[in-house]
Every structure is written in structure tokens, then in C-alpha cells.
């Protein structure tokens, strides 16, 4: 568990930092350069990212303590709400049609049903520690985008076009039959549809 949490305080720690210190990315660009920045936090991040995805496996090897055991019902749950995440997921790779506008920032929309859709369906404790911690990651960072809004220092996505809602559509949903078909099991282990 121990290599989990460690990859999780890197990872989620690293898209953090404009929460915790607001002014660290461009302290650092100033001083070092964008390139440095991007090459720090990349780092970071893929390091990060290769110790949870390790540390899961790890945890999940060695059995960890079953917090609560979800009603088999709530796989089914999960599978659905995976629909609206991936469509939301992938409205946020394009210019913004009416789901972008809705959402506003529908990448942490995509975050938050993911997690808390595994939580419904997980109750292994190293699955709880990381589907609770990336649900509060997007919650941290969807308050201080807000306040960023507040203080005029982002914008709102504008409408552009309905057909990027098409297209958000289309590429979510044929991001969500792969990972039912295959990949969630090529990447995690588990096949979705045996779940529960």
C-alpha cells in the first residue's frame, strides 16, 4: 500500500500544484523556462503515474482489507454511469459544443463519475484509497477553478458548435465499448463484466 500512496501524493500532487502555490508554474518558468516546467511536471506526473499503477497491483496482490462488499448490483451501476464518463471524458478534447458548455470543466465531471462509480463497485481498501483520492482531487480542483473564475483568471468554455457534441458522443462511446470489450481488462486485470 505503501508504494500506492506514495504514487498517488506524486501523481495527484504534481496536478496540484497550481492549488497549493498559484504562482509555482510561472516562478518556475521565469527562473528555468516552460520547457523545464513541462519537463519537471511530465516527469513527475509519468513517475507518479508508473508507481500507483505498480503500487495497485502490488496492493491488490497481497489482498488488502475488505471495507465493505458492495451489493452485486452495483457493478451494473457502475457500468452505466462509466457512459456518461467517457462521453464527458472525451467532450473535453474538443471545442466546446452544449456538453462542454454544461459541464464546464467535463474532464474533472469524467474524474468524479469514475470515481465515485468504482467506489460503488470496490470495497477492497487499496481501491477505496485511490478512487476517494482522485474523487477529492477533482473536488479540490473544481473549487479553485471556480475561484479562479471569481477572480477573472480563467474563462468558461463558449459554444462553438453542437457537432463537437456529436463528436464527444461518438469517440466517448467508443471509448466505453473498448474498455467493456477488452481493454479494461488488458489494463487492470478485471473485466468489467465479470464484476460483482
Not at 22 to 43: F, M, S
Amino acid at each position: 500500500m505503501a508504494l500506492l500512496l506514495l504514487g498517488i501524493l506524486l501523481f495527484l500532487g504534481a496536478h496540484l500544484a497550481r492549488v497549493i502555490k498559484p504562482d509555482l508554474r510561472e516562478t518556475v518558468i521565469a527562473r528555468y523556462g516552460k520547457a523545464a516546467w513541462g519537463a519537471g511536471h511530465g516527469i513527475l506526473s509519468l513517475v507518479g503515474l508508473v508507481l500507483l499503477c505498480l503500487g495497485f497491483v502490488q496492493a491488490r496482490d497481497a489482498g488488502g482489507a475488505i471495507l465493505y462488499t458492495p451489493p452485486a448490483f452495483f457493478s451494473h451501476i457502475t457500468l452505466l454511469l462509466m457512459v456518461f464518463a467517457s462521453v464527458c471524458l472525451a467532450a473535453g478534447f474538443f471545442p466546446a459544443g452544449r456538453i462542454k458548455v454544461a459541464l464546464k470543466f467535463p474532464f474533472l465531471v469524467a474524474v468524479k463519475i469514475w470515481a465515485l462509480s468504482h467506489l460503488l463497485a470496490n470495497g477492497e481498501s487499496y481501491s477505496v484509497v485511490l478512487f476517494v483520492a482522485f474523487l477529492a482531487w477533482a473536488v479540490i480542483v473544481r473549487i479553485s477553478a471556480k475561484k479562479r473564475l471569481q477572480r477573472g483568471e480563467a474563462t468558461l468554455p463558449v459554444f462553438v458548435s453542437a457537432k463537437y457534441d456529436v463528436y464527444a458522443i461518438v469517440l466517448g462511446l467508443v471509448f466505453y465499448g473498448l474498455m467493456v470489450w477488452r481493454l479494461h481488462e488488458w489494463l487492470i486485470g478485471v473485466s468489467p463484466l465479470t464484476m460483482g
